[in-house]
C-alpha cells in the first residue's frame, strides 16, 4: 500500500494534468457546436474502421460455415439437374441427348426409348441387348442411336427385348459421308480399340480435312442423313491403293452407354420391302 501511496505521489502532477486535459476536452466538445461535429466525424470514421476491422476477421473465420452451405447448395443443384434430366430422358427417350444437332435430325421420326441391359465391347463380334421389344414397336433393321451418335441397328426382336448390332461388330456396315463434303463411303470395325473405326472406299480425289465429322449419309433404309458417326483422325490408302480408309474416332462411347433411341421410321419398312424384293427380283434372274 505504501508503494501505491508513493507512486502516486512521485507522478501526481502528471495525474492531475491528464484529468484536467480530460475535463477540458469533454467542456470543449460538449459546449462547442463545431469542435463536437468534428469530435462526431472523427469519432465515427474511427468506430468504422475498427467495424470494418472486425467483420473482416470474422468473415474470415465464417469462411467454413460458407463452404459448408455452398457444398450443401451445389448438392442440391446437382440432384435438380439430375431430376431435370429424367424428366427430359421421359419426354425424350434419350438421357444422353448431349448434341441437340442429333436430336433435331431423329425427333420428326418415333423415337423408342430404351435402357441398355447387356454389352460388350471387348469381343470382335458385340452384341447389345435393349429392354425394348417387339410390344414396344421394335422391329428387325431399325436403327438405333444416342444423343452422341449413332449405335447400331436391330438385329433380332423378341416380345420385350431385343439384340442390337453395334458399329463395334465385325458385321457391321453403315453407310457414311463426310460432312458437308458430299463423299460417301462404309463404316467398318476391324476390332481392338473401341473408339475407333474405319470408313473405307473413299474416292482418291476427295477432298478433305483431319478432324472433319463423319455422319449417316441417308443412302440405307437405317438412319436418316446426318446422325453423327465420329470424326476422321487419320487416312491411310487402301489396300489396292484406289480409294483412302479414314480412321474415325467414335462419337459414342459404347463403354458407357445407358441409354439409347431406335428409330421408328414409319417409311422405312415401306423402303426395306421395296429393297428386299428388287433384290429377290434380280436373284431370280
Not at 117 to 137: A, M, Q
Request: hydrophobic fraction near 40%; proline fraction near 2%.
Amino acid at each position: 500500500m505504501n508503494n501505491l501511496f508513493d507512486f502516486i505521489l512521485r507522478y501526481i502532477s502528471w495525474f492531475v494534468f491528464i484529468i484536467c486535459e480530460i475535463i477540458s476536452l469533454v467542456l470543449l466538445f460538449t459546449y462547442n457546436n463545431y469542435q463536437g461535429s468534428i469530435w462526431m466525424s472523427s469519432a465515427n470514421a474511427v468506430s468504422g474502421k475498427v467495424y470494418e476491422v472486425n467483420a473482416g476477421v470474422e468473415q474470415y473465420f465464417s469462411l467454413t460455415d460458407i463452404n459448408e452451405q455452398l457444398t450443401k447448395r451445389n448438392l442440391y443443384l446437382e440432384q435438380r439437374v439430375q431430376d431435370l434430366t429424367s424428366q427430359i430422358a421421359a419426354k425424350t427417350g434419350d438421357s444422353a441427348l448431349m448434341k441437340l444437332e442429333n436430336y433435331q435430325l431423329m425427333k420428326k421420326f418415333n423415337l423408342i426409348p430404351a435402357k441398355v441391359v447387356s454389352n460388350s465391347i471387348d469381343k470382335r463380334d458385340n452384341l447389345i441387348t435393349i429392354d425394348k421389344g417387339e410390344v414396344d414397336g421394335v422391329r428387325k433393321d431399325m436403327g438405333v442411336a444416342c444423343g452422341y451418335g449413332v449405335v447400331g441397328i436391330v438385329f433380332m426382336t423378341g416380345r420385350h427385348y431385343s439384340v442390337v448390332m453395334p458399329i463395334l461388330n465385325s458385321n457391321s456396315s453403315i453407310s457414311c459421308t463426310i460432312n458437308k463434303r458430299g463423299y460417301f463411303g462404309y463404316l467398318h470395325w476391324t476390332g481392338g480399340n473401341s473408339r475407333v473405326a474405319f470408313m473405307d472406299e473413299v474416292p482418291r480425289h476427295a477432298h478433305f480435312n483431319l478432324y472433319d465429322k463423319v455422319v449417316t449419309s441417308g443412302y440405307s433404309s437405317v438412319f436418316p442423313p446426318g446422325i453423327e458417326i465420329g470424326k476422321i483422325i487419320h487416312v491411310y490408302n487402301s489396300s489396292d491403293g484406289l480409294s483412302y480408309r479414314c480412321m474415325v474416332e467414335l462419337s459414342t462411347n459404347f463403354a458407357k452407354l445407358r441409354d439409347v433411341s431406335v428409330i421408328d421410321d414409319a417409311q422405312m419398312k415401306e423402303r426395306i420391302d421395296i429393297l428386299r424384293a428388287a433384290q429377290d427380283s434380280l436373284e431370280k434372274k
